[in-house]
């Protein structure tokens, strides 16, 4: 396959395939092209530093994994994608604060995103606040769940 390397969405696009594809260490080195290419596009950059945050944990590399998600936060504000991909490492590093903290913010700006509420009832019952778990899960089934194959879901 031939790349228009000059091309930031040719790039994400091709990374984001990689990834699709089961190759996460093949997708790291476009995704991050993007990066170089248009550092100013935060549509295309945000993507791109979601996408190769998702690569960095398939390949366990959580600490880049957290600073692309991270990134990707500070450059789109509401990608609710990354706030709930940076909830989840904090939950599986047991730093339930953290976790709570940005499904807490998920949830103040969309509070019909179920997995937010899903997985801050998961941080609050691991605290040992059943009180604030059981709400939470309560809330959690009463809203429909997203499509997480859907594009949108997955790539912010």
Same mark, same amino acid.
């Given at each position: 396959?031939?790349?228009?390397?000059?091309?930031?969405?040719?790039?994400a696009?091709?990374?984001?395939?990689?990834l699709?594809?089961?190759?996460?260490?093949d997708?790291?080195?476009?995704?991050s092209?993007?990066?170089?290419?248009?550092?100013? %596009?935060?549509?295309?950059?945000?993507?791109?530093?979601?996408?190769?945050?998702?690569?960095?944990?398939a390949?366990?590399?959580?600490?880049r994994?957290?600073?692309?998600?991270?990134? !990707?936060?500070?450059?789109?504000p509401?990608?609710?994608? !990354?706030?709930?991909?940076?909830?989840?490492?904090?939950?599986?590093?047991?730093?339930?604060?953290?976790a709570?903290a %940005?499904?807490?913010?998920?949830?103040?700006e969309?509070?019909?995103?179920?997995?937010?509420?899903?997985l801050r !009832?998961r941080?609050?019952?691991?605290?040992?606040?059943?009180?604030?778990?059981?709400?939470?899960?309560?809330?959690?089934a009463?809203l429909?769940?997203?499509?997480?194959?859907?594009? !949108?879901?997955?790539?912010?």
């Amino acid at each position: 396959v031939e790349v228009a390397p000059d091309k930031a969405t040719v790039q994400a696009m091709l990374g984001i395939c990689l990834l699709e594809l089961g190759r996460p260490s093949d997708a790291i080195d476009p995704l991050s092209r993007v990066l170089e290419i248009a550092p100013t %596009d935060s549509e295309v950059v945000g993507t791109a530093y979601l996408a190769r945050g998702r690569a960095h944990v398939a390949v366990d590399d959580r600490y880049r994994a957290w600073s692309d998600y991270t990134s !990707a936060i500070n450059i789109r504000p509401e990608n609710v994608a !990354a706030w709930l991909e940076r909830a989840n490492l904090f939950a599986g590093k047991q730093d339930w604060d953290r976790a709570i903290a %940005d499904c807490d913010h998920i949830i103040a700006e969309h509070p019909n995103i179920a997995e937010a509420w899903e997985l801050r !009832a998961r941080a609050s019952f691991e605290k040992g606040d059943l009180e604030a778990a059981e709400a939470d899960t309560i809330q959690a089934a009463r809203l429909p769940r997203r499509g997480a194959r859907t594009f !949108a879901a997955r790539w912010g």
